[in-house]
């Protein structure tokens, strides 16, 4: 038509807009691995010490969870005049106890709390529990005794060391029956043949038996207090007589199941932190 003006580009001009030069190729590959080297620097630089911290953090977790690491607690502390645990004297019963000095059968949830746990070791503790003050020296204890503390209401931390040295020393009273039945713990068999045994002053209890009843009061921390020790006690063993052990049982994997709970929420902030200060900046590169 008339007036009418279509101009056309070349052939080659439209492909050199469309398609991207090696040069802006270059330069945006180049921009990225400035990012990325950018990202890199700031990491090491802010997270770089995070790494040694989470492994060794990662390692005394599964150390604890495991129960590895139970031959630790029993070192003598490097001031122990000033330390909370009054039975750093007691060497003949500060020793790691692996396994119970009886066969015996094994208690059935034992995998859940504390590895291979003796039934026969449960009742030796429970056998020198007559009361809450069977327990500990309360009101001796190194926590309510410390310089500026109050005498009215005093702190009253009882360590786990503490009380295994505790029970090892104490006496054996009373093979405990079954409030429901009315029958010796572990059946009659069981108690003519291994009551003695235990009974004997000094019997080492094993460490997994000791965990696991401490478990049951403390919710995982390594301190326990007389009103938690209490509790428990009102719910499972409430006379020198009944031991309930199921409720025990409960109890025990209820406490442990707070040490894996505050374990998988560690974990997850590792991960999120990794995630933020590493992998972040990698995906904004790229």
């Known amino acids: ?72 607690e029993y070192t003598v502390p490097e001031n122990p005049e000033s330390s909370l645990d009054p039975s750093y004297r007691e060497v003949k019963y500060r020793t790691f106890v692996d396994s119970s000095e009886t066969p015996g ?59 295994k040295v505790n029970m090892r020393k104490a006496p054996f009273r009373k093979w ?28 080492m209890i094993s460490d997994a038996a000791l965990d696991a009843v401490w478990d049951s009061w403390s919710g995982g921390s390594g301190i326990a207090t007389p009103d938690k020790v209490e509790k428990a006690l009102q719910e499972y063993h409430p006379t020198v007589d009944t031991l309930d052990l199921n409720a025990l049982v409960r109890r025990s994997i209820g406490g442990k199941s707070v040490s894996y709970f505050a374990a998988l929420t560690f974990v997850l902030m590792q991960i999120m932190a990794i995630g933020v200060i590493f992998v972040a900046p990698t995906l904004r590169a790229f």
């Open 176 to 203: 405990p029956v079954d409030p429901k039945t009315n029958e010796p713990i572990g059946g009659e068999d069981c108690q003519r043949q291994y009551e003695k045994t235990i009974s004997k002053k000094g019997y």
């Open 105 to 163: 059968p094994t208690l059935g949830a034992s995998k859940f709390i504390a590895g291979n746990v003796q039934l026969i070791d449960i009742i030796a503790i429970m056998g020198r529990i007559p009361d809450l003050d069977a327990v500990a020296d309360w009101k001796n204890l190194p926590s309510g005794r410390r310089e500026g503390v109050s005498s009215v209401n005093p702190p009253l931390w009882l360590p786990r060391v503490t009380f």
């Open 1 to 72: 038509a008339v007036g009418a003006f279509s101009p056309k580009a070349p052939p080659s001009l439209l492909r050199s807009i469309i398609t991207p030069t090696k040069t802006s190729t270059s330069l945006a590959s180049g921009g990225n691995m400035v990012e990325f080297a950018k990202g890199t620097a700031i990491a090491l630089a802010f997270g770089g010490g995070l790494i040694p911290a989470l492994i060794s953090g990662n390692i005394g977790m599964i150390r604890s969870l495991s129960g590895s690491n139970r031959m630790e």
